[in-house]
């Protein structure tokens, strides 16, 4: 049975609402009534027919994230894959960049020390990205601090393959680092070709070398792709 949580959630990122207030009056509804439907943990299916009606939004995205958000835009029936008022064609339905998916957004701050296990992550919020973005072992993170401006600002999303510990020069990664938690670094292989240089974009953020085994350590995963707002 579908979690009531994730569908709210779609919903509330579907309509832009913010608050349970703000989507009681997209949905014509009192906020307690989204608080019943909370503790029953059971979405009416009127609430599907109102945000169909309103938006054309997909009542099976809705209830269990698959499938095309829209099914209505401009007037025209179809699969679209974004927003009504920016849709200009409908894509086929079943491909994976119309299917949404919702995900963790995980904080980069934790506590780790070479000499303890992985600290676990901490989800701060909740985001919903088209599936073809995120793979078996994809883990989203948003940047913290500006050490890698202006190619990636702080409060970007980064897509990280956990699954990918293999480095090649120049490839941004996400790694571990004592007092910091996660960071993001471009890798290079040193000169004497012993060791591995972690090189920030800022030029006053300095360089540092790691040799291979902490670096394995180390090592979350490569970042795949970004998504961040253009200055």
Same mark, same amino acid.
């Given at each position: 049975?579908?979690?009531?949580?994730?569908?709210?959630? !779609?919903?509330?990122? %579907?309509? /832009?609402?913010? *608050? +349970?207030?703000?989507?009681?009056?997209?949905?014509?509804?009192?906020?307690?009534?989204?608080?019943?439907?909370?503790? !029953? &943990?059971?979405?009416?299916?009127?609430?599907?027919?109102?945000?169909?009606?309103?938006?054309?939004?997909?009542? &099976?995205?809705?209830?269990?994230?698959?499938?095309?958000?829209?099914?209505?835009?401009?007037?025209?029936?179809?699969?679209?894959? %974004?927003?009504?008022?920016?849709?200009? +064609?409908?894509?086929?339905?079943?491909?994976?960049? *119309?299917?949404?998916?919702?995900?963790? @957004?995980?904080?980069?701050?934790?506590?780790?020390?070479?000499?303890?296990?992985?600290?676990?992550?901490?989800? +701060?919020?909740?985001?919903?990205?088209?599936?073809?973005?995120?793979?078996?072992?994809?883990?989203?993170?948003?940047?913290?601090?500006?050490?890698?401006?202006? @190619?990636?600002?702080?409060?970007?999303?980064?897509? @990280?393959? *956990?699954?990918? =510990?293999?480095?090649?020069?120049?490839?941004?990664?996400?790694?571990?680092?004592?007092?910091? /938690?996660?960071?993001?670094?471009?890798?290079?292989?040193?000169?004497?070709?012993?060791?591995?240089?972690?090189?920030?974009? =800022?030029?006053?953020?300095?360089? *540092?070398?790691? +040799?291979?085994?902490?670096?394995?350590?180390?090592?979350? /995963? !490569?970042?795949?792709?970004?998504?961040?707002?253009? %200055?």
């Amino acid at each position: 049975m579908p979690d009531f949580n994730d569908i709210y959630e !779609r919903m509330r990122i %579907a309509t /832009g609402c913010r *608050t +349970q207030m703000e989507l009681a009056d997209v949905l014509e509804i009192r906020q307690s009534s989204i608080s019943d439907a909370k503790r !029953r &943990d059971s979405v009416p299916g009127d609430w599907y027919m109102k945000l169909f009606d309103r938006f054309g939004l997909n009542p &099976d995205w809705l209830k269990q994230g698959v499938g095309p958000l829209y099914l209505r835009a401009n007037g025209q029936y179809g699969a679209f894959d %974004a927003s009504a008022g920016l849709s200009e +064609q409908a894509a086929a339905f079943g491909e994976p960049r *119309t299917k949404g998916q919702l995900v963790s @957004v995980y904080d980069m701050r934790c506590d780790y020390s070479d000499r303890k296990a992985r600290p676990a992550l901490t989800s +701060q919020r909740s985001v919903c990205l088209p599936m073809s973005c995120l793979g078996e072992k994809t883990v989203v993170l948003e940047m913290a601090g500006d050490n890698m401006r202006p @190619v990636v600002t702080a409060g970007a999303l980064l897509g @990280v393959d *956990t699954g990918d =510990a293999s480095v090649v020069s120049g490839k941004l990664y996400a790694l571990f680092a004592p007092h910091e /938690g996660l960071i993001v670094r471009r890798i290079f292989l040193d000169e004497s070709q012993s060791g591995y240089l972690l090189r920030s974009e =800022a030029p006053e953020f300095p360089e *540092t070398h790691l +040799q291979p085994d902490a670096l394995a350590k180390r090592l979350f /995963g !490569r970042i795949v792709w970004i998504f961040q707002e253009l %200055a």
